[in-house]
């Protein structure tokens, strides 16, 4: 992974085109720590506190029931959704505020997200989503991380309403976590370190641990969808193949749980079995070697067209 910084700044050196300083990504970094473990679950409490008072509901029960996420609501799920999608406002206002630079360097080198290019992705993640299911055919089915009954759910007005949440928020959801640990993360420690294996290790270590306690199979499955993410984002110049392989996994882990199993088994899985190693290995290794190979062919860009030189990118206006 040697940069050609002659092409222009790589994804993940963007940050090294806005305001110097070794201290902005540092800072940066911890903001983002200290923005969704204390700021935001704050702030985004009080409208649901606000919704549950109107309702005629006890608050401070509501409010228990809504972070309770080993007994998951539709309205649980919703809080989570929209927490995480914080993560783009977030994001933003680091790269502006801390950097100098235009949100849009978030999304890609373009810089903003390169729309076609997404659909594109999404395709892909769908024939990498056929090599998954091939695969999960052939593991004992003990290996399974979700505990599927093999008969499906009844449709019930609890189904129907968590079936709008994951379908209306789980992309932004996805995307707010693309933004956070691919988008900013990855720019800072690419700052930081000047590195692409720094730029995806430490995120999608970051990433699996952001997850909390899970047995070691679980956390090296995070850890390795993190790194693939990391991959696709860095070898494409942008978060569109992380976003569409994030949001296309969440639909599948979320639809699979509404028609066979339960939320609360998808929220905190418990498996101890290595056995869904090769399945996640699969479908990521599989849209990674797709999303290289199709982005090449259709000449993605990779880097900026501005020359690779500290704070170019400030107040630039790219050509598009």
Same mark, same amino acid.
């Given at each position: 992974?040697?940069?050609?910084?002659?092409?222009?700044?790589?994804?993940?050196?963007?940050?090294?085109?806005?305001?110097?300083?070794?201290?902005?990504?540092?800072?940066?970094?911890?903001?983002?720590?200290?923005?969704?473990?204390?700021?935001?679950?704050?702030?985004?409490?009080?409208?649901?506190?606000?919704?549950?008072?109107?309702?005629?509901?006890?608050?401070?029960?509501?409010?228990?029931?809504?972070?309770?996420?080993?007994?998951?609501?539709?309205?649980?799920?919703?809080?989570?959704?929209?927490?995480?999608?914080?993560?783009?406002?977030?994001?933003?206002?680091?790269?502006?505020?801390?950097?100098?630079?235009?949100?849009?360097?978030?999304?890609?080198?373009?810089?903003?997200?390169?729309?076609?290019?997404?659909?594109?992705?999404? @395709?892909?993640?769908?024939?990498?989503?056929?090599?998954?299911?091939?695969?999960?055919?052939?593991?004992?089915?003990?290996?399974?991380?979700?505990?599927?009954?093999?008969?499906?759910?009844?449709?019930?007005?609890?189904?129907?309403?968590?079936?709008?949440?994951?379908?209306?928020?789980?992309?932004?959801?996805?995307?707010?976590?693309?933004?956070?640990?691919?988008?900013?993360? =990855?720019?800072?420690?690419?700052?930081?370190? @000047?590195?692409?294996?720094?730029?995806?290790?430490?995120?999608?270590?970051?990433?699996?641990?952001?997850?909390?306690?899970?047995?070691?199979?679980?956390?090296?499955?995070?850890?390795?969808?993190?790194?693939?993410?990391?991959?696709?984002?860095?070898?494409?110049?942008?978060?569109?193949?992380?976003?569409?392989?994030?949001?296309?996994?969440?639909?599948?882990?979320?639809?699979?749980?509404?028609?066979?199993?339960?939320?609360?088994?998808?929220?905190?899985? =418990?498996?101890?079995?290595?056995?869904?190693?090769?399945?996640?290995?699969?479908?990521?290794?599989?849209?990674?070697?797709?999303?290289?190979?199709?982005?090449?062919?259709?000449?993605?860009?990779?880097?900026?067209?501005?020359?690779?030189?500290?704070?170019?990118?400030?107040?630039?206006?790219?050509?598009?």
């Amino acid at each position: 992974m040697a940069e050609d910084l002659g092409q222009g700044l790589p994804y993940h050196l963007v940050q090294r085109g806005g305001r110097p300083g070794v201290w902005r990504p540092v800072l940066g970094v911890g903001a983002l720590v200290v923005s969704f473990v204390l700021v935001v679950p704050l702030l985004i409490q009080v409208p649901f506190a606000i919704g549950l008072e109107l309702a005629g509901r006890d608050v401070a029960d509501g409010l228990n029931q809504l972070l309770d996420f080993d007994d998951p609501t539709p309205l649980g799920l919703a809080y989570l959704n929209i927490s995480l999608a914080c993560a783009i406002p977030v994001a933003w206002l680091l790269t502006r505020a801390l950097h100098g630079l235009r949100p849009g360097w978030l999304a890609s080198i373009a810089p903003r997200i390169r729309w076609s290019w997404m659909l594109v992705c999404f @395709g892909l993640a769908f024939v990498a989503l056929f090599a998954t299911l091939v695969v999960s055919a052939m593991v004992p089915a003990s290996a399974e991380d979700v505990q599927v009954s093999g008969e499906l759910n009844e449709f019930t007005s609890t189904t129907r309403d968590y079936l709008l949440v994951i379908l209306l928020l789980t992309p932004l959801q996805a995307a707010g976590e693309e933004y956070a640990f691919r988008g900013y993360l =990855t720019q800072a420690f690419g700052n930081v370190f @000047g590195k692409a294996w720094a730029a995806v290790l430490f995120p999608a270590l970051l990433f699996a641990l952001a997850h909390g306690s899970q047995s070691a199979p679980v956390f090296f499955d995070r850890f390795a969808f993190g790194v693939v993410a990391g991959l696709a984002v860095v070898l494409t110049g942008g978060l569109e193949a992380g976003i569409a392989m994030h949001v296309l996994n969440n639909w599948l882990a979320f639809g699979i749980a509404l028609a066979f199993s339960d939320m609360a088994s998808t929220l905190n899985p =418990t498996g101890d079995s290595w056995w869904t190693i090769p399945v996640t290995l699969t479908q990521s290794l599989v849209f990674l070697g797709l999303v290289v190979w199709v982005g090449r062919r259709m000449g993605v860009r990779t880097a900026t067209e501005t020359p690779a030189e500290p704070g170019v990118l400030v107040g630039s206006r790219p050509r598009v």
